[in-house]
């Protein structure tokens, strides 16, 4: 019995599975690493307590004499360098010598202990001296310890023992790995630079929204709608051409009539003016292609959707209104728009969302220049965590960039959904088995 | 019929038609240039062909130091796009009928669900995706991208064939049911047949935007092994040494060829898809 | 077979759709359900063939409780009205469907398949797709795709409807005859009452979800339990007069018509009642004479029709031989048979 459930519960869990491993779980991680510093520098495992140059300094604001006592070399004469002097297989005279006369002197430099071992009565050559001292150093700059409990154990050796508070602060001073902060989003609050790609971005959703997802993709419905059915179908399929078209092409044939020996270069140069890149030349011509571009990818949806929403009118209308003597933009005006209400609200929403999220087109045509001139939020997202120039890949700032825009796509599907009432979309299986 | 409809007695069309003619014109352009720019050679400063040439098409018989060879990146875009076609028609004919079909628990909300991510912007996760691959130890194989792309195309799969399950009538099944056969059955053999066109149709949409896909494989699949064209080609692009766009587009034709194939042919397939909404 | 429904009920939700039916269809019956659209014929026959669940009660075949054993089990065959065939297989491949999931050999399902198309008449079609038949065509497949695996039950849920007039006809005798041959026992279920006549050996009239009455159908016609049952079976239809109860007669709204009828002895008076009258019983023969005026005249060929109205505004109608000397607006005396008269309470309950 319920064979249905179970079949389908199997025949489901594929789907679930992939959705939650590369849906879910990766909005989750957005979020939590959005609250992380991770970054190429720390790593995206676990990380390990280093004393660095920078690790010191930041310690010194804190507590001045710890920083400076970490940050001097340390020679102490003790047991275990003793013993790495007999295992060495130098004269065993040198370290009879170390262990009675020396064991437990601390020397605040290499100099210092260099000079004492010189003095000994076995005269070690320069480099034994060099070999020797060695065994004796426990200072900790530069040192890798893996574990924090190692930390402080090195610490305890080089004499220097720390309070509760201050182990935490060393510890936070010298972990290499990526720790939580809400930085990232002061960063995105404060910057100006994020202000600007923000506005970049309004104005591009805005306007490529407007004038071709929408706009464009209306005229060429209602145009290929007082077309004879084959000429309309050949436009249709044109004008279908750059969704079609692989981006990395359909760019490269943009770069190819902007370019510097391109073909407006050539047309222009016609009329005497000297090449130059059109594309990347001013912020102003950037962002005239960069909408061109993507515009005419994201005209296609509207023109299919419309084109069957005006099939759909019901063909007496356009009769009616002729017998009534209506001109052709008074039916356009009258009958089409009014009955397209529904499908531009579809378009504009889902292109709005696609067009937040796409930087294919630009990452391919200006990279966002000139400058940061056309960086769109995306795009910077992208730049931030997965290729920037410095090399330093900030996952954790750039996680917290995409988070905003995971954040805007479930609102404004969310408000998809209600809209586009999905309840009517489900109905009771007839079959009760 | 539908001749008759389109074109309205009382208006000319001619307008229209040049008008869209005439905006169509820089479009048409590029295209043409881009099959004419790959056999010929041009003075410079001209756009009209001087002589014939092969030689942008030296990329099939010579490989470049420093980059793959064409024939193994070809056949790593074949691979990537014939596996996600493969995973998507596979998952989403099986999640498609159990949300149109199936008493199955949640299916409300699972449908719901579906409905929100084929419209959410699957490429805000990307940098997460990138650090769980690298996690799990798929970063830089061609499984790893197969993968996030087919779950990332995955809801638009399964909305459309939950739609065209709806379509198929239930007296079908009920029949089958009562002929002997269990639900499996059922749609193995009797349901499945019915909707062939439509698996046609998603199959060559998840094959032409694998084929198509840049970013995916250019983060999370980089690698010379693994390289598919699109992310070759951009290499090529960027490349500054060597630029030459008789050669780019020589690369160009050689990847969209099949793409223009398969579109002219299925056109009418894929305009219902492309219409019934994808990102872009 | 014998099938048996018992206090059978099934909801949609919070939709009651069949509330306690109680049903018993004899072994070798063929039983028409017949009723108006949307009074859950369908339901109950598709619960009859597992398709649906009871929301409670049993459904038994002979002696085993089927109620929980799902379709593929039951061993029914059923006939959809748009006939369900698989497009994508022929003719013969829709037969033998199943046989096949039966696992049952290649060469024995050939020759059944054979078989049952020789038995309904198609064995040259096997190879077509359904998209290549006829409707009558499609049908016949679809009884011998039922019949093939020797089915316990036969369900028929209106196989008719799709066909025009004279395929109809047609197949009414030929479903009839291969349910006597096969000696299965068949629900069929339908919303034409000439169907259900000709072609079953009882009827179950159906009214909201209830069964109203089941009966042979001539029995069914002559002694009906409610106006609804007389109203729904005979073509023209009966027609209804409404009046109340006089010392032992029925007195029409203004009086102008009173019958003597021996149901209503006793009846006290002022009791409004409905009279039911076939047109068979008004104007041939009978024994109360009434005169009322033609409205409505028409010829169906061997027979006539008129409708005769009477002062206060009510219609009798009747059927003659055909007679040309009457035409709308003439007046007519004409008898009517009380005898023959159906005398229903108000609330549609016969006398
Ligand atoms: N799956 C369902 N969910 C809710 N209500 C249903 C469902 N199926 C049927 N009903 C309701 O049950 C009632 C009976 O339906 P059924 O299909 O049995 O009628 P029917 O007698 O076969 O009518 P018809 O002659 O039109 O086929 C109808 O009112 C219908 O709306
Ligand atoms: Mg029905």
Same mark, same amino acid.
């Given at each position: 019995m319920?064979? $249905?459930?179970?079949?389908?519960?199997?025949? /489901?869990?594929?789907?679930?599975?992939?959705?939650?491993?590369?849906?879910?779980m990766?909005?989750?991680?957005?979020?939590v690493?959005?609250?992380?510093?991770? $970054?190429?520098?720390?790593?995206?495992?676990?990380?390990?307590?280093?004393?660095?140059?920078?690790?010191?300094?930041?310690?010194?604001?804190?507590?001045?004499?710890?920083?400076?006592?970490?940050?001097?070399?340390?020679?102490? /004469?003790?047991?275990?360098?003793?013993?790495?002097?007999?295992?060495?297989?130098?004269?065993?005279?040198?370290?009879?010598?170390?262990?009675?006369?020396?064991?437990?002197?601390?020397?605040?430099?290499?100099?210092?202990?260099?000079?004492?071992?010189?003095?000994?009565?076995?005269?070690?050559?320069?480099?034994?001296?060099?070999q020797?001292s060695?065994?004796?150093?426990?200072?900790?700059?530069?040192?890798?310890?893996?574990?924090?409990?190692?930390?402080?154990?090195?610490?305890?050796k080089?004499g220097?023992?720390?309070?509760?508070?201050?182990?935490?602060?060393?510890?936070?001073?010298?972990?290499?790995?990526?720790?939580?902060?809400t930085?990232?989003?002061?960063? /995105?609050?404060?910057?100006?630079?994020?202000?600007?790609?923000f506005?970049?971005?309004?104005f591009?959703?805005?306007?490529?929204?407007?004038?071709?997802?929408?706009?464009?993709?209306l %005229?060429?419905?209602?145009?290929?709608?007082?077309?004879?059915?084959?000429?309309?179908s050949?436009?249709?399929?044109?004008?279908?051409?750059?969704?079609?078209?692989?981006v990395?092409?359909?760019?490269?044939?943009?770069?190819?009539?902007?370019?510097? $020996?391109?073909?407006?270069?050539?047309?222009?140069?016609?009329?005497?003016?000297?090449?130059?890149?059109?594309?990347?030349?001013?912020?102003?011509?950037?962002?005239? %292609?960069? /909408?061109?571009?993507?515009?005419f990818?994201?005209?296609?949806?509207?023109?299919?959707? %419309?084109?069957?929403?005006?099939?759909?009118?019901?063909?007496?209308?356009?009769?009616?209104?002729?017998?009534?003597?209506?001109?052709?933009?008074?039916?356009?005006?009258?009958?089409?728009?009014?009955?397209?209400?529904?499908?531009?609200?579809?378009?504009?929403?889902?292109?709005?969302?696609?067009?937040?999220?796409?930087?294919?087109?630009?990452?391919?045509s200006t990279?966002?220049?000139?400058?940061?001139?056309?960086?769109?939020?995306?795009?910077a997202?992208?730049?931030?965590?997965?290729?920037?120039?410095?090399?330093?890949?900030?996952?954790?700032?750039?996680a917290?960039m995409?988070?905003?825009?995971?954040?805007?796509?479930?609102?404004?599907?969310?408000?998809y959904?209600?809209?586009?009432?999905?309840?009517?979309?489900?109905?009771?299986?007839?079959?009760?088995? | 019929?539908?001749?008759? &409809?389109?074109?309205?007695?009382?208006?000319?069309?001619?307008?229209?038609?040049?008008?869209?003619?005439?905006?169509s014109?820089?479009?048409?352009?590029?295209?043409?240039y881009?099959?004419?720019?790959?056999?010929?050679?041009?003075q410079?400063?001209?756009?009209?062909?001087?002589q014939?040439?092969?030689?942008?098409?030296?990329?099939?018989?010579?490989?470049?130091?420093?980059?793959?060879?064409?024939?193994r990146?070809?056949?790593?875009?074949?691979i990537?796009?014939?596996?996600?076609?493969?995973?998507?028609?596979l998952?989403?004919?099986m999640?498609?009928?159990?949300?149109? &079909?199936?008493?199955?628990?949640?299916?409300?909300?699972?449908?719901?669900?579906?409905?929100?991510?084929?419209a959410?912007?699957?490429?805000?996760?990307?940098?997460?995706?990138?650090?769980?691959?690298?996690?799990?130890?798929l970063?830089n194989?061609?499984?790893?991208?197969?993968?996030v792309?087919?779950?990332i195309?995955?809801?638009?799969?399964i909305?459309?064939?939950?739609?065209f399950?709806?379509?198929?009538?239930w007296?079908?099944?009920?029949a089958?049911?009562?002929?002997?056969?269990?639900?499996?059955?059922?749609?193995? &053999?009797?349901v499945?047949?019915?909707?062939?066109?439509?698996?046609?149709?998603?199959?060559l949409?998840?094959?032409?935007?694998?084929?198509?896909?840049?970013?995916?494989?250019?983060?999370?699949?980089?690698?010379?092994?693994?390289?598919?064209?699109?992310?070759?080609?951009?290499?090529?692009i960027?490349?500054?040494?060597?630029f030459d766009?008789?050669?780019?587009?020589?690369?160009?034709v050689?990847?969209?060829?099949?793409?223009l194939?398969?579109?002219v042919?299925?056109?009418?397939h894929?305009?219902?898809?492309y219409?019934?909404?994808?990102?872009? | 077979?014998?099938?048996?429904?018992?206090?059978?009920?099934?909801?949609?939700?919070?939709?009651?759709?069949?509330?306690?039916?109680?049903?018993?269809?004899?072994?070798?019956?063929?039983l028409?359900?017949?009723?108006?659209?949307?009074c859950g014929?369908s339901t109950t026959?598709?619960?009859? !063939?597992g398709i649906?669940?009871?929301?409670?009660?049993?459904?038994?075949?002979?002696?085993?409780?089927?109620?929980?054993?799902?379709?593929?089990?039951?061993n029914?065959?059923?006939?959809?009205?748009?006939?369900?065939?698989?497009p994508?297989?022929?003719?013969?491949?829709?037969i033998?469907?199943?046989?096949?999931?039966?696992?049952?050999?290649?060469?024995?399902? *050939?020759?059944?398949?054979?078989?049952?198309a020789?038995?309904?008449?198609?064995?040259?079609?096997?190879d077509?797709?359904?998209?290549?038949?006829?409707?009558?065509?499609?049908?016949?497949?679809?009884?011998?795709?039922?019949?093939?695996?020797?089915?316990?039950?036969?369900?028929l849920?209106?196989?008719?409807a799709n066909?025009?007039?004279k395929l109809?006809l047609?197949?009414?005798?030929?479903? *009839?005859?291969?349910?006597k041959?096969?000696?299965?026992?068949?629900?069929?279920?339908t919303?034409?009452?000439?169907?259900?006549?000709?072609? !079953?050996? *009882?009827?179950?009239i159906?009214?909201?979800?209830?069964?109203?009455?089941?009966a042979?159908?001539?029995?069914?016609y002559?002694?009906?339990?409610?106006a609804?049952?007389?109203?729904?079976?005979?073509?023209?239809?009966?027609?209804?007069?409404?009046?109340?109860?006089?010392?032992?007669?029925?007195?029409?709204?203004?009086?102008?018509i009173?019958?003597?009828?021996?149901?209503?002895s006793?009846?006290?008076?002022?009791?409004?009642?409905?009279?039911?009258?076939?047109?068979?019983h008004?104007?041939?023969?009978?024994?109360?004479p009434?005169?009322?005026?033609?409205?409505?005249?028409?010829?169906?060929?061997?027979?006539?029709?008129?409708?005769?109205?009477f002062?206060?505004g009510?219609?009798l109608?009747?059927?003659?031989?055909?007679?040309?000397?009457?035409?709308p607006g003439?007046?007519?005396?004409w008898?009517l048979?009380?005898?023959?008269?159906?005398?229903?309470?108000?609330?549609?309950? *016969?006398?």
């Amino acid at each position: 019995m319920r064979t $249905s459930r179970t079949l389908g519960l199997v025949m /489901i869990a594929p789907a679930a599975i992939m959705i939650l491993l590369f849906y879910l779980m990766p909005v989750i991680l957005t979020g939590v690493f959005s609250m992380t510093n991770m $970054s190429t520098a720390t790593g995206i495992s676990g990380g390990a307590f280093q004393v660095t140059q920078g690790a010191v300094n930041r310690l010194r604001t804190e507590m001045p004499e710890i920083a400076d006592a970490i940050s001097e070399p340390r020679f102490v /004469i003790d047991e275990a360098g003793i013993a790495a002097v007999e295992a060495a297989g130098l004269a065993s005279a040198i370290a009879a010598e170390l262990r009675t006369e020396h064991l437990g002197e601390v020397h605040a430099s290499r100099r210092e202990a260099e000079r004492m071992i010189k003095a000994l009565k076995e005269r070690p050559s320069t480099r034994q001296t060099k070999q020797i001292s060695d065994f004796f150093n426990r200072s900790v700059i530069n040192t890798r310890f893996e574990s924090r409990e190692a930390l402080m154990e090195g610490l305890k050796k080089l004499g220097v023992t720390l309070t509760p508070e201050q182990q935490e602060a060393m510890a936070r001073a010298t972990y290499t790995g990526w720790v939580w902060t809400t930085d990232n989003f002061r960063v /995105i609050g404060n910057s100006p630079d994020m202000a600007q790609v923000f506005v970049n971005t309004a104005f591009y959703v805005a306007v490529t929204l407007l004038l071709f997802n929408v706009g464009y993709a209306l %005229f060429l419905a209602v145009t290929t709608h007082y077309m004879p059915a084959t000429t309309a179908s050949i436009f249709r399929a044109i004008w279908l051409l750059p969704r079609i078209t692989p981006v990395v092409i359909y760019v490269l044939m943009w770069k190819w009539l902007t370019w510097d $020996s391109g073909f407006i270069s050539m047309f222009m140069g016609q009329f005497g003016h000297p090449p130059k890149n059109y594309l990347l030349d001013s912020a102003y011509n950037a962002w005239f %292609f960069v /909408i061109l571009i993507n515009g005419f990818i994201g005209a296609s949806m509207g023109m299919l959707v %419309f084109s069957s929403a005006i099939k759909a009118i019901p063909e007496a209308q356009f009769h009616a209104s002729e017998v009534d003597g209506a001109s052709r933009w008074q039916q356009i005006r009258y009958i089409i728009l009014p009955q397209l209400r529904w499908p531009i609200l579809f378009v504009t929403c889902y292109q709005t969302l696609s067009l937040l999220a796409s930087f294919n087109e630009i990452l391919l045509s200006t990279r966002g220049g000139p400058g940061r001139a056309t960086e769109v939020w995306s795009l910077a997202a992208y730049h931030t965590a997965l290729q920037n120039y410095t090399g330093n890949l900030e996952y954790g700032l750039g996680a917290a960039m995409a988070l905003v825009l995971v954040v805007i796509g479930v609102i404004l599907s969310l408000i998809y959904l209600r809209v586009f009432r999905y309840d009517t979309l489900i109905s009771k299986p007839l079959i009760e088995d | 019929m539908a001749q008759k &409809r389109r074109t309205s007695a009382n208006f000319s069309s001619l307008p229209v038609i040049l008008l869209l003619g005439l905006i169509s014109l820089p479009l048409l352009l590029m295209y043409a240039y881009l099959f004419i720019d790959t056999v010929t050679d041009s003075q410079a400063g001209s756009l009209v062909p001087s002589q014939f040439t092969l030689r942008h098409w030296s990329f099939l018989w010579e490989t470049k130091t420093g980059k793959p060879n064409i024939w193994r990146v070809t056949f790593n875009t074949f691979i990537f796009a014939s596996s996600i076609t493969a995973v998507i028609l596979l998952v989403s004919s099986m999640a498609g009928y159990v949300l149109s &079909r199936l008493n199955v628990p949640a299916r409300g909300v699972f449908l719901a669900g579906v409905m929100v991510l084929h419209a959410f912007p699957s490429v805000t996760l990307i940098i997460a995706i990138f650090v769980v691959l690298q996690w799990i130890g798929l970063y830089n194989s061609l499984i790893g991208v197969i993968l996030v792309k087919a779950a990332i195309d995955l809801p638009l799969g399964i909305w459309l064939m939950k739609g065209f399950y709806d379509t198929v009538p239930w007296e079908i099944e009920m029949a089958g049911l009562v002929d002997g056969a269990s639900r499996f059955t059922v749609w193995r &053999r009797l349901v499945l047949p019915q909707i062939k066109p439509a698996i046609m149709a998603l199959g060559l949409f998840s094959f032409l935007t694998g084929w198509s896909e840049f970013i995916l494989p250019q983060v999370l699949a980089p690698g010379a092994q693994v390289q598919v064209l699109s992310v070759y080609l951009a290499g090529l692009i960027v490349d500054d040494n060597n630029f030459d766009f008789g050669t780019f587009k020589a690369v160009g034709v050689f990847y969209v060829v099949p793409v223009l194939i398969l579109y002219v042919f299925f056109q009418k397939h894929l305009m219902n898809i492309y219409g019934g909404g994808t990102k872009g | 077979m014998r099938i048996l429904l018992e206090k059978f009920s099934k909801s949609f939700g919070s939709t009651k759709v069949i509330e306690d039916m109680d049903l018993d269809v004899g072994s070798g019956e063929m039983l028409a359900l017949l009723g108006p659209s949307g009074c859950g014929k369908s339901t109950t026959l598709f619960s009859i !063939c597992g398709i649906h669940r009871p929301t409670s009660g049993r459904i038994l075949f002979g002696n085993k409780d089927v109620t929980d054993l799902p379709s593929q089990e039951r061993n029914v065959g059923v006939v959809f009205q748009s006939y369900a065939l698989y497009p994508h297989m022929t003719a013969a491949e829709n037969i033998g469907f199943p046989l096949t999931v039966r696992r049952v050999a290649t060469a024995e399902i *050939r020759k059944r398949v054979a078989e049952i198309a020789a038995l309904v008449h198609i064995d040259n079609l096997l190879d077509r797709r359904p998209s290549q038949l006829s409707g009558g065509q499609q049908q016949r497949v679809a009884l011998a795709r039922a019949l093939i695996r020797r089915p316990d039950v036969l369900l028929l849920d209106e196989p008719l409807a799709n066909l025009d007039a004279k395929l109809r006809l047609e197949m009414r005798s030929e479903i *009839r005859r291969l349910q006597k041959e096969t000696g299965i026992t068949a629900i069929l279920v339908t919303h034409d009452q000439v169907e259900a006549m000709s072609m !079953c050996d *009882r009827i179950a009239i159906m009214k909201a979800g209830e069964i109203v009455q089941i009966a042979t159908p001539s029995e069914m016609y002559n002694d009906p339990r409610t106006a609804f049952v007389a109203g729904f079976l005979g073509n023209p239809p009966i027609s209804f007069l409404k009046g109340t109860a006089e010392q032992g007669e029925f007195v029409l709204g203004d009086g102008s018509i009173r019958l003597p009828l021996a149901a209503l002895s006793g009846m006290p008076d002022g009791t409004p009642l409905m009279l039911g009258v076939r047109p068979e019983h008004f104007g041939n023969g009978g024994d109360v004479p009434v005169t009322g005026r033609i409205s409505f005249a028409e010829t169906q060929g061997r027979e006539n029709l008129y409708d005769v109205m009477f002062a206060d505004g009510s219609v009798l109608r009747s059927i003659q031989p055909v007679r040309g000397d009457l035409k709308p607006g003439d007046d007519v005396r004409w008898n009517l048979d009380s005898k023959a008269a159906f005398v229903f309470a108000e609330d549609g309950r *016969r006398l």
